[in-house]
């Protein structure tokens, strides 16, 4: 298992390498705006899952989750086409 951060485009450190992962295979990818690259950090959850779902259909196989973590209550949506 790999992990690797950045901060307004660069790496804060080396990609580390932090364990076997036994069973895991993928990538994760957690997104946080900083208000110092971008002016509007709002997003509209409805627009990020239909360009996702898009990308789900023309990568056939892949499976893609989208997660908002902005409220009390996360709201997850899970794509996947297998054909």
Known sequence: EHY???AHGDAV???KVIGDAPGKRGT???FLA???T???IE???ATLEHRLRELAFLNSGVNIALSDMRHAV???EEM???G
Do not use: C, G, M, Q
């Open 4 to 6: 690797i951060e950045f």
């Open 74 to 76: 996360e709201k997850r």
């Open 28 to 30: 994760e990818v957690t």
């Open 80 to 82: 996947h086409y297998s």
């Open 34 to 36: 900083s208000t110092e």
């Open 13 to 15: 450190a080396p990609l």
């Open 43 to 45: 997003y509209d959850f």
């Open 38 to 40: 971008f002016k509007n």
